[in-house]
């Protein structure tokens, strides 16, 4: 390349081969871009039938059901329909039909988390030690994740009714101050419900967490064993930090599933009692909708489900994008 105009030197050679090297730079990445989009877009192509079709069918009951939320219904013909002037969203708020159902959705939440993954992180780091008969733990354990959430639910109710196999053997065992109706109980209620989640989960939970081990350094065990460390402490300093990533994006997901999926579990096991103990959000959308048949107001708070759940869906793209070293915000 000329590097002179009248016999004088334009650049530097040092800054010419600056500009030079960014020139390049700036191809290679413009081609690197153009190849990622390509990719991409035969990926897409590859799930635009699947996605469609879902866009279609959970798509359009999603607008319907905002729809429904800003209307009175009057019948199918949508010019007979009127704007409601948010009336359910102000009776919602004003009449507090919203915070007992969320706030006792919320309370399943705390209790189960922290139990779940405290649980998990014991199960785990023993199991990844390879305690004696880890091999028949780590199955075991995994059994409760593959049962049906159903049917966990209608063998606990069973178990721990006022006169199931737990009581009655209290009983015969004369410890009757032990006896609890757990499911019939209001205070013990949520518990029995919170129980049944945990039961449930921690299988599923243990291979997750089991699964991010997989990346820890067997090194920093054997340096702490040789500092001195007992379990416990390895367990605390040791593999509670190896955790720590999936841990936050645990804690995420389990408050989108128990705010989404207690509907299930409340309507083999309680019914929404005793009285309206166990009636969780999801639970009180189906009793507004179907047993009152006040379906704005179900819309409305499924709209405010919907809203919710939203809101940690991105912050869980935010957690796992940060664990990933990625950008996608």
Same mark, same amino acid.
């Given at each position: 390349?000329?590097?002179?105009?009248?016999?004088?030197?334009?650049?530097?050679?040092?800054?010419?081969?600056?500009?030079?090297?960014?020139?390049?730079?700036?191809?290679?990445?413009? $081609? %690197? #871009?153009?190849?990622?989009?390509? /990719?991409?877009?035969?990926?897409?192509? !590859?799930?635009?039938?699947? @996605?469609?079709?879902?866009?279609?069918?959970?798509?359009?009951?999603?607008?319907?059901?905002?729809?429904?939320?800003?209307?009175?219904?009057?019948?199918?013909?949508?010019?007979?329909?009127?704007?409601?002037?948010?009336?359910?969203?102000?009776?919602?708020?004003?009449?507090?039909?919203?915070?007992?159902?969320?706030?006792?959705?919320?309370?399943?939440?705390?209790?189960?988390?922290?139990?779940?993954?405290?649980?998990?992180?014991?199960?785990?780091?023993?199991?990844?030690?390879?305690?004696?008969?880890?091999?028949?733990?780590?199955?075991?354990?995994?059994?409760?994740?593959?049962?049906?959430?159903?049917?966990?639910?209608?063998?606990?109710?069973?178990?721990?009714?006022?006169?199931?196999?737990?009581?009655?053997?209290?009983?015969? $065992? %004369? #410890?009757?101050?032990?006896?609890? /109706?757990?499911?019939?109980?209001?205070? !013990?209620?949520?518990?029995? @419900?919170?129980?049944?989640?945990?039961?449930?989960?921690?299988?599923?939970?243990?291979?997750?967490?089991?699964?991010?081990?997989?990346?820890?350094?067997?090194?920093?065990?054997?340096?702490?064993?040789?500092?001195?460390?007992?379990?416990?402490?390895?367990?605390?300093?040791?593999?509670?930090?190896?955790?720590?990533?999936?841990?936050?994006?645990?804690?995420?997901?389990?408050?989108?599933?128990?705010?989404?999926?207690?509907?299930?579990?409340?309507?083999?096991?309680?019914?929404?009692?005793?009285?309206?103990?166990?009636?969780?959000?999801?639970?009180?959308?189906?009793?507004?909708?179907?047993?009152?048949?006040?379906?704005?107001?179900?819309?409305?708070?499924?709209?405010?489900?919907?809203?919710?759940?939203?809101?940690?869906?991105?912050?869980?793209?935010?957690?796992?994008?940060?664990?990933?070293?990625?950008?996608?915000?």
């Amino acid at each position: 390349m000329n590097n002179s105009f009248g016999g004088k030197r334009l650049f530097p050679p040092k800054e010419l081969c600056k500009i030079i090297y960014s020139l390049k730079m700036s191809n290679s990445k413009i $081609l %690197g #871009l153009k190849r990622q989009l390509k /990719d991409n877009l035969s990926g897409y192509a !590859f799930i635009s039938p699947t @996605l469609l079709l879902l866009i279609f069918i959970f798509g359009y009951q999603a607008i319907r059901l905002f729809l429904f939320s800003f209307i009175k219904w009057k019948g199918v013909i949508p010019l007979l329909n009127e704007f409601n002037n948010f009336s359910y969203y102000i009776s919602i708020f004003k009449k507090g039909y919203l915070y007992a159902p969320l706030i006792r959705s919320l309370a399943v939440a705390v209790i189960v988390i922290p139990i779940v993954i405290l649980l998990t992180i014991f199960l785990s780091h023993n199991i990844y030690r390879k305690i004696w008969g880890y091999k028949f733990y780590r199955w075991v354990i995994f059994l409760t994740s593959i049962i049906p959430m159903i049917v966990a639910s209608i063998v606990w109710t069973f178990l721990l009714n006022n006169y199931g196999p737990i009581n009655t053997i209290l009983r015969a $065992l %004369g #410890l009757n101050f032990l006896v609890v /109706d757990w499911f019939g109980n209001s205070r !013990f209620a949520l518990l029995a @419900l919170s129980w049944v989640i945990i039961w449930r989960e921690l299988g599923f939970s243990t291979v997750i967490f089991l699964a991010s081990l997989d990346s820890a350094d067997p090194t920093v065990y054997e340096a702490a064993i040789i500092d001195g460390a007992n379990d416990f402490q390895l367990m605390r300093y040791v593999t509670t930090p190896y955790l720590s990533g999936i841990i936050k994006m645990y804690i995420v997901t389990m408050t989108i599933y128990v705010l989404n999926n207690l509907f299930g579990v409340v309507l083999v096991s309680t019914n929404g009692g005793p009285g309206y103990a166990t009636t969780v959000l999801e639970y009180y959308i189906y009793y507004m909708t179907f047993r009152m048949g006040k379906i704005g107001i179900g819309a409305a708070v499924s709209v405010i489900l919907f809203i919710i759940t939203f809101i940690l869906i991105l912050i869980y793209i935010r957690t796992s994008a940060e664990r990933r070293k990625e950008g996608l915000f």
